[in-house]
């Protein structure tokens, strides 16, 4: 079928959007020194290094900041020390240290040298200054992680003096945490790729031409990725096409609900100037070849179609569709 | 940019004497590597990196204190879920004090990381630069990282492999090569890695039978023609004239080094032979002077995730004319005898942290033309070429560096 141009409509759908998270829960291998401290606040001690010149790191680092040299010289800390510096949060966010409001500290515990951050539980930000003296609230149930000091509190009295050494060793010590991220964007797909989504809602494929080189592009993306101009030119395409390249995907894929074998082909929709990529369904796995004419198969209410299948058109020439594998 | 022409070319300031105006020649006078695993549980990644730097520096028998800045690179954040990683980094590479800046060119970074830590010594902004570039991809799952669900986009149906899968199937499909060759390739990387300490793999018991029989994952490419997932970092001291004058051992020399990109889909796009490598392959060939690559260069370490991928490079490095790249590896050339050794460490294919790869092909390149490559040395080797790409054959970077100093 002779592709076909249409202006953009008046009546243009709205712009899409909808959230995307990603998630994941990284790990992270906690090398000698992080390994001590977090076993340390597993046991109620705070752990410290010392640095060449003798000041006394908390949290502790493996390598001197002055030097670079490699430090492993670890000290025992109190587990009461000193705000040197804090802001009232009145609005606490979910996995925050505390659920009501409370201050984010830096807290130089007694025999450091260096400040460490946490939260401190105080009635209102009248209760807090600078200067004054905390102690550790420990969780319940520690597990070597910095949430094993649930916040610091208010406390009036002296702490230890100066640091003294500590081999670092624990037994069953904690070797790597799970770090989870989580990252919440609402993504939209811009213009062009709204158009798009709103023509396949019909079962049809709209792309849009280059005016400069005048390529095809499906799926549209309201500009020339070679030539860098808008482009604003309808075009429809399709619906069939031919598989220009395509595997055989023997595995299976953890978030996908495709029996293996399959077929993941490269399609060139008639009258589009690039592939775009879907699975072949309705032919053996063994018998699909570059060349195969395809046209697409709606399932129930999907986006996209649910695969191509042959059309029993006879195979495309190489030639005519080289220029698109 | 490690660009140009001729030195001098262009517009000298008024009153520049032409040698005021070249360009500062390069020298690998360090190189360290980690031994690369699929899980190193015992280092934190301030470890890690600390470590293939620290053997770095003392290749080139210098302290902390005589590097003047710090280049890092490593793969896209989500890899690894870490955002910032030259600040959260900065004081086990002995940044303090210095600058410290951080490259992101997805797989090629390794090597482009590289390119701008040499562009800081060319431009004598800075005399000596430690570059290094590392992942740990046990700490993450890249196949996680490279297919985000995407709101209302189809998702990717394959995978990694299966990204790259039909690209091969046309490789073969425009070539007639015969479907063994991919085969054959996995079967030198893996040989040659018995003979590097610092791979990945060391498969004693490889034969070519096996990898041949290994399973089909992504028609046409087979398990065994696939990278592993690997932990590993790589670091590199470069530095200028008189920093080499001072190398305690043979420096390696910088001769061209270009970097080029294009977009991952546009219409035209050859994934076979993506224009943008052949054009960094011709810069670079241009700066170093090289006329015919396949006799003027004796060692090649090319960036080959899928076995597939080394005859492909070698038609789109200009090694062989296209559609005869296969040829060159069925007869062997491409062999640690033959006579342009492709992978003599045993590549991509026997050691992939991921953000690291890239360096440590032009670190192996390096290595070859010091002579330093031990075991896996190619006899002689004067001029060797670095490769690396990324994305979805995006990005490429490359140096050629050479056993004896450009001509200035």
């Given amino acids: ?325 | 940019m490690s660009e140009g022409g001729a030195p001098g070319s262009g517009t000298p300031r008024p009153g520049a004497s032409r040698a005021a105006v070249s360009k500062e020649p390069v020298a690998v006078v360090g190189i360290g590597q980690t031994r690369h695993v699929a899980a190193r549980r015992d280092v934190s990644l301030a470890g890690l990196v600390r470590e293939a730097a620290r053997r770095a520096l003392d290749d080139a028998e210098l302290s902390w204190q005589d590097i003047d800045a710090v280049v890092i690179g490593k793969a896209p954040d989500f890899f690894e879920g870490v955002m910032m990683p030259e600040l959260y980094l900065a004081d086990a590479l002995g940044a303090v004090g210095k600058p410290i800046l951080r490259v992101h060119t997805a797989g090629s970074v390794g090597g482009s990381t590289a390119l701008v830590a040499a562009d800081l010594v060319a431009a004598r902004v800075h005399r000596t630069v430690l570059t290094l570039a590392f992942e740990k991809q046990s700490e993450s799952n890249a196949m996680w990282g490279l297919s985000l669900p995407v709101p209302f986009q189809q998702p990717l149906l394959a995978g990694a492999g299966g990204f790259f899968a039909p690209h091969v199937r046309a490789y073969m499909r425009r070539t007639g090569a015969p479907a063994t060759v991919g085969s054959l390739v996995a079967y030198k990387d893996r040989r040659n890695a018995l003979k590097n300490p610092y791979a990945h793999l060391h498969e004693h018991d490889i034969t070519l039978e096996k990898v041949q029989a290994s399973p089909m994952l992504w028609d046409p490419v087979r398990y065994s023609e696939t990278c592993p997932s690997s932990d590993g970092a790589c670091a590199m001291v470069l530095t200028d004239r008189a920093g080499a004058r001072r190398a305690p051992r043979p420096a390696a020399w910088m001769h061209g080094g270009a970097m080029r990109s294009e977009p991952t889909l546009f219409a035209g796009k050859d994934f076979v032979s993506p224009q943008a490598g052949k054009d960094c392959a011709a810069a670079v060939y241009r700066q170093a002077g090289v006329a015919d690559p396949r006799r003027e260069i004796d060692v090649v370490e090319m960036y080959v995730p899928f076995s597939w991928y080394e005859p492909m490079w070698l038609e789109n490095l200009g090694f062989a004319a296209p559609g005869e790249g296969w040829k060159l590896t069925e007869s062997g050339v491409t062999e640690l005898d033959g006579d342009l050794p492709v992978n003599p460490s045993g590549g991509v294919l026997s050691a992939n942290p991921i953000g690291a790869s890239g360096m440590i092909r032009f670190a192996e390149a390096a290595l070859q033309v010091r002579g330093q490559a031990g075991e896996h040395q190619v006899p002689g080797a004067r001029r060797a070429l670095g490769h690396a790409y990324g994305g979805g054959s995006q990005f490429f970077s490359m140096w050629l560096v050479g056993a004896e100093p450009p001509a200035t």
């Fill in chain 1, 1 to 325: 079928m002779p592709p076909t141009s249409r202006t953009p409509d008046a009546d243009a759908p709205e712009v899409l959007s909808a959230p995307l998270v990603v998630e994941f829960p990284f790990t992270r291998s906690l090398g000698p020194v992080q390994s001590a401290f977090l076993t340390g606040l597993r046991e109620r001690v705070v752990l410290g290094v010392r640095t060449g010149d003798g000041r006394v790191l908390v949290p502790p680092v493996e390598y001197d900041p002055a030097t670079a040299e490699e430090i492993r010289d670890l000290v025992e800390v109190g587990t009461t020390g000193t705000v040197t510096t804090w802001s009232w949060n009145p609005a606490p966010r979910p996995h925050q240290p505390l659920d009501t409001p409370f201050a984010w500290v830096l807290v130089r515990f007694d025999g450091a040298d260096t400040a460490l951050l946490h939260a401190l539980d105080a009635p209102g930000p009248d209760a807090v200054r600078t200067g004054m003296r905390v102690r550790v609230r420990w969780a319940a149930e520690r597990t070597g992680a910095i949430t094993d000091i649930a916040c610091f509190e208010p406390y009036e009295g002296d702490g230890r003096g100066d640091a003294t050494p500590h081999d670092g060793e624990f037994t069953d010590p904690v070797t790597g945490i799970t770090a989870p991220a989580r990252l919440d964007y609402t993504y939209s797909p811009g213009r062009a790729q709204s158009r798009y989504l709103a023509a396949l809602a019909g079962h049809r494929t709209v792309g849009e031409r280059c005016p400069s080189c005048r390529k095809v592009y499906v799926p549209p993306r309201g500009a020339c990725p070679t030539c860098g101009v808008a482009t604003r030119d309808q075009v429809e395409v399709g619906p069939r096409g031919t598989v220009t390249t395509f595997c055989i995907v023997n595995i299976k894929a953890k978030n996908l609900d495709i029996d293996v074998p399959y077929v993941y082909a490269h399609i060139a929709l008639d009258g589009a100037d690039l592939a775009l990529h879907a699975r072949i369904g309705g032919i053996p796995y063994d018998e699909v070849r570059m060349g195969l004419r395809v046209e697409p198969v709606w399932r129930g209410d999907g986006r996209y179609p649910d695969h191509y299948r042959p059309t029993g058109e006879p195979d495309a020439d190489y030639d005519s569709y080289k220029e698109l594998v």
